[in-house]
């Protein structure tokens, strides 16, 4: 089974559009995330939900929208999408971190290509 | 804020010879870190890790240690397959909100070993 799926795998879609890419995980993690990799492979975080809430949300256009409809998923939806917008989205889990657990470790999904045309 | 700086690449090598990845940091409190390995078009894979301050961490030949003294995580295998060409991306860990967990990436270094 595959601990964190990311669907689709592959988009390709015009400006202007809208559209989502969804992740779930089997792992029982409480953390998920978005991440974004660029074409020169530079990869930095978007989003952390812990438990459905929202924890981390760096400086992302608000056309970017995660919902967390329970702590096994979390999807990204992306409105009008702009060129800049073509990338690798990975999704990414993890366990909550309490003292002396978890040492941060984040399980990562196969990743979804996205190509604004 | 914190930030880690690897080495650009690509890395040319031939099968087995020496690698090595450099790797610095700059963080607030005590960071785990960690490499992680993008085999082509696949996600990231952990590929090994360190908690504290000298801990070594070991797998597929891969090693790294944590030096606090230098703030380095450089990587290193000592007899390079064609199967390690893959990019290679240091990381650190900060824990936020004592529940989320933020990794910080390096740029990532891309390594073509040929036979």
């Known amino acids: 089974d595959t601990a964190v799926s990311q669907t689709p795998k592959y988009l390709v879609t015009q400006m202007g559009n809208d559209k989502s890419i969804k992740c779930e995980q089997n792992?029982?993690?409480?953390?998920m995330y978005w991440y974004k990799q660029d074409s020169k492979k530079f990869l930095k975080i978007m989003f952390s939900y812990n438990n459905k809430e929202l924890i981390i949300n760096e400086t992302v256009p608000n056309r970017f929208s995660p919902k967390s409809p329970d702590k096994a998923h979390l999807n990204l939806h992306i409105n009008s999408l702009e060129l800049g917008d073509s990338a690798v989205y990975f999704c990414?889990?993890?366990?909550?971190?309490?003292?002396?657990?978890?040492?941060?470790?984040?399980?990562f999904g196969e990743g979804s290509r996205l190509t604004v045309l | 804020g914190n930030s880690v700086t690897q080495m650009e690449g690509p890395v040319t090598l031939s099968e087995e010879a020496f690698l090595t990845i450099n790797c610095t940091y700059t963080a607030t409190g005590y960071p785990s870190l960690f490499w992680y390995v993008q085999y082509p078009g696949e996600g990231l894979q952990l590929l090994l890790k360190a908690t504290k301050a000298d801990d070594k961490g070991s797998n597929k030949g891969f090693e790294a240690t944590y030096r606090k003294e230098t703030t380095s995580f450089h990587l290193e295998k000592g007899s390079v397959q064609v199967s390690d060409s893959a990019v290679y991306f240091c990381a650190l860990s900060a824990l936020i909100k004592a529940a989320g967990n933020k990794l910080t990436f390096g740029g990532g270094t891309r390594v073509l070993v040929k036979p």
């Open positions: 792992l029982g993690h409480d953390t």
């Open positions: 990414a889990s993890s366990r909550i971190l309490t003292s002396g657990g978890n040492t941060g470790e984040l399980f």
